[in-house]
């Protein structure tokens, strides 16, 4: 298969457009060609396009800093002698001075699949930086590595941050280019936006879905998006970074595991299949020991659980995020006094619990609290959050998208009514 960058590159007639411009990149280490090369590179080297700055998200276009909220500053890249602008540093948003640098910006990004990941955010700012200052943005696009599936709490109004762009569900199910696309209509943005898709893309071929294994490297996006297995979990696992166990930073399997000192394993486990066995679906759950060398409980050995999708894996039954709902939902119950939630501004964000910024409401939290029930979380949604303008909002999600199928319009559409 071919992604977008491969395409543009080995095309001359969609090259075309570029000539005469000057061509910006937002990009960051995972941002490479079927050969390695990194786009910026291959870009450079064409010589009808002429690049004259580069753009890089949170982490860096280097991809350098390793936790959240470790801001990256501007610089001259040394081969090329273009200014490269952070946009996780002083600004979130590009400047004045910024967008003046370039006619066209092309986004090479890969996404992991969840509302959280915060390259959705900055590719909805740039999105609004263009259409006030009349520039043309292209997304070169790449694989949903978590795939089609539809999943999690569709964040609330007032809830919008840096790790939510918008209405939509935490596993959103879409490619780069087609959020781009639901941008530019969810908020009638006047833009000049276009997205140069993949060849061969088949989100529901196995064993990849959604990733094409064994045709393609996996370099990480960010430094702690290791592999595939954590792709998958990712939408359910990123949830940890508002609670107090660890997420397994400072491990070599990253957010796909937790665990704390002070917790059974097993006993977890154990109350996840009394509550909701259903739930466990599509995965392997293996209790394990490990100790972070950085981060939450950095130095300590802790008891927690890995979550593998690399066999046993079901594409259609695995729900992360329910998952990972359960997983609080059973400690909850194991350990009514338990101090679960970190309480501090998480990306910045005063006053409110960082695991309810990163739901986009309270919702999850409160449910993880109440008394035990077999009754699925997807009711109480119902019965909680029924809100007018919900069903159309859904369907602006499908104007312009190429969905494979029918179903995956309807799986959308339910998760959408219930929210």
Known sequence: MKFGVDRLLEDTNLRKPLAGKRVALLAHPASTTDKLTHSLDALAACADISVSAAFGPQHGLRGDKQDNMMESSDFNDPVH???VFSLYGKVRRPTDAMMAGFDILLVDLQDLGCRIY?????????LEAAAEHGKTVWVLDRPNPAGRPIEGLTLRPGWESFVGAGPMPMR??????EIGSWFVNKYSLDVDYRVIEMEGWRPDAAPGFGWPLGERAWINPSPNAPNLFMARAYAGTVMLEGATLSEGRGTTRPLELFGAPDIDARAVIGE??????????????RD????????????KLCNGVQIHTETSYDHEKFKPWRLQALAFKAIRRLYPGYDLWRDFPYEYEIGKLAIDVINGSALLREWSMTPPQRRAISTRWRRQTKRRGRKSAARTFFIRLPFPSRSIRRRFLRVCRAA
């Open 118 to 126: 915060t390259f959705i955010t900055t590719l909805l700012y740039v």
């Open 81 to 83: 002698g273009i200014p």
């Open 172 to 177: 959103h199910g879409l490619t780069l280019g």
């Open 272 to 285: 996840m299949q009394k509550i909701a066995p259903q739930w466990l679906a599509g995965c392997a759950l």
């Open 288 to 299: 394990c020991w490990f100790e972070p060398t950085f981060h939450k409980h950095a130095g």
